[in-house]
């Protein structure tokens, strides 16, 4: 059990530019989360999958924002055109479903110039 | 609506002393409720979860919460803290089993003084 991986840890972009961020969850876990931290808050629920199904997406994810989970094993966000209020520690988290709490990957921190 | 508010954003405290992090919930339904802690630059940590049954509840690096229903409440206590304890901590909510979708706080920063 190596835990849940989060890739990079840190990204620099410029505005407009599109970013994506890569989770690898737990191997044996069939549910993957996607949570957003802004400076000072607490996470805030993006989106979740069981295995390779998006069961659920907040309405914080804009158009702009997809996720993917091909295969239900890892996963990737995109955040297309992005914007400086898109600037955030991005939070994937993995369980097993049924299970109650979550592991969290360490983010990955977006820096939008 | 779930929300969850966290009363105090910073709470120093000398080292060896007892602390309490407080956390309100607001929920129409029966909750689940949980503690995490954030240390500098890592992700979050699952310190303890309340689903059902004893109101008191254990988790890790001698903390404990206590659930009070009547009160909404779910403060996280500590009888002597040390240096290493000082970190971000996070209540959650959820309302539905497996917590597909868990409600924060804004966190509070406890700060541990040698």
């Known amino acids: ?113 | 609506a779930q929300s969850v508010t966290q009363l105090d954003s910073q709470v120093p405290v000398f080292e060896e002393a007892p602390v309490e992090l407080r956390c309100n919930y607001s929920s129409s339904v029966s909750v689940y409720l949980f503690w995490y802690v954030q240390y500098p630059n890592q992700g979050l940590q699952l310190l303890l979860k309340y689903l059902s049954g004893s109101t008191l509840v254990k988790g890790i690096n001698g903390f404990e919460a206590e659930f009070n229903k009547s009160q909404t409440s779910f403060h996280l206590r500590k009888p002597s803290v040390h240096i290493s304890d000082t970190a971000e901590y996070f209540c959650a909510v959820s309302d539905r089993p497996g917590a597909n979708n868990l409600f924060f706080g804004t966190g509070t920063r406890l700060t541990v003084i040698p």
């Open chain 1, 1 to 113: 059990d190596t835990g849940v991986s989060q890739n990079p840890r840190h990204k620099i972009t410029k505005r407009g530019q599109n970013v994506t961020f890569r989770c690898d969850p737990i191997s044996e876990h069939n549910r993957l989360y996607w949570y957003r931290q802004t400076l000072g808050q607490g996470p805030e629920f993006l989106t979740y999958f069981q295995n390779e199904a998006q069961l659920e997406k907040s309405r914080l994810l804009s158009d702009r924002f997809s996720a993917e989970r091909p295969k239900g094993s890892f996963s990737t966000l995109e955040i297309q055109r992005t914007e400086q209020g898109d600037s955030a520690m991005y939070l994937c988290a993995s369980s097993l479903a049924g299970n109650y709490g979550y592991t969290f990957g360490s983010g990955t921190r977006l820096t939008v110039v």
